[in-house]
């Protein structure tokens, strides 16, 4: 059965602070993988998403994740973030059926 | 294109009550999904349907929860008779395509309290 985990339950960076969070799936065959973002009183919105082809992915606000097909992994990084970027992180897996896998999130604070 | 649109945006209910949550997808979208979110088991899909079809219903908790979908355009999930610990933020999000790694679209959520 395919399964995400998201080992950071809660991250607390100051601004400016580098960011990455730790994504792995369990699944032998091939995957599609998705960053979605959930701000505070928000639904999920996409951030990136990774079909095949250059394993280093490039979403909206300066996110880019990278997929690791040998440790798989799927790991969301942003070189400075925000105070803006204060929100909930799920990163979700899909195998051979439709059905998204969401991993139980990181929530991330960022202090001015 | 609006989005996928839930209402009500909020519900507060006794417990025993029925509760229906209702979903209304992008038009043009083949696939509904029905998730519930709480903070103890995070994200889980609850039933989704194809062509308005139910594929997969295995995440249903129990034979209270039930969910419709008898067009394209609308689709129900329906709680007789609610509990407490059905307290939780509902969403529904639609996508197109078959086996295809498309984005799935999510409403805003419903967010229900059951006293």
């Known amino acids: 059965a395919q399964s995400v985990s998201q080992h950071n339950h809660h991250v607390i960076l100051s601004e400016a602070a580098s960011l990455e969070l730790g994504c792995n799936y369990s699944?032998?065959?091939?995957?599609?993988l998705f960053w979605y973002v959930q701000y505070p009183g928000q639904h999920l919105q996409l951030l990136l998403k990774?079909?095949?082809?250059?394993?280093l992915v490039k979403g909206i606000k300066g996110f880019e994740a990278e997929f690791i097909k040998s440790k798989f992994s799927f790991n969301l990084r942003k070189p400075s973030v925000q105070w803006s970027d204060t929100a909930e992180y799920f990163c979700a897996v899909r195998g051979n059926t439709d059905k998204l896998i969401f991993g139980t999130g990181t929530r991330l604070q960022v202090f001015p | 294109d609006a989005g996928v649109i839930q209402s009500p945006r909020h519900e507060v209910t006794e417990m025993g009550q029925e509760v229906t949550l209702r979903c209304k997808p992008i038009s043009g979208h083949d696939y509904l999904f029905w998730y519930r979110q709480t903070m103890m088991r995070g994200l889980e899909l609850l039933i989704y349907f194809n062509n308005n079809v139910p594929i997969d219903d295995s995440g249903m908790p129990e034979d209270r929860f039930s969910a419709k979908m008898p067009n394209a355009s609308f689709s129900t999930l329906k709680i007789q008779p609610s509990e407490p610990r059905d307290s939780a933020v509902y969403f529904c999000?639609?996508?197109?395509?078959?086996?295809?790694?498309?984005?799935?679209?999510f409403g805003p959520g419903t967010r229900l309290t059951v006293l």
């Open positions: 990774y079909f095949s082809g250059d394993p």
């Open positions: 699944y032998g065959g091939t995957v599609n």
């Open positions: 999000a639609s996508s197109l395509g078959v086996l295809s790694s498309n984005e799935q679209f």
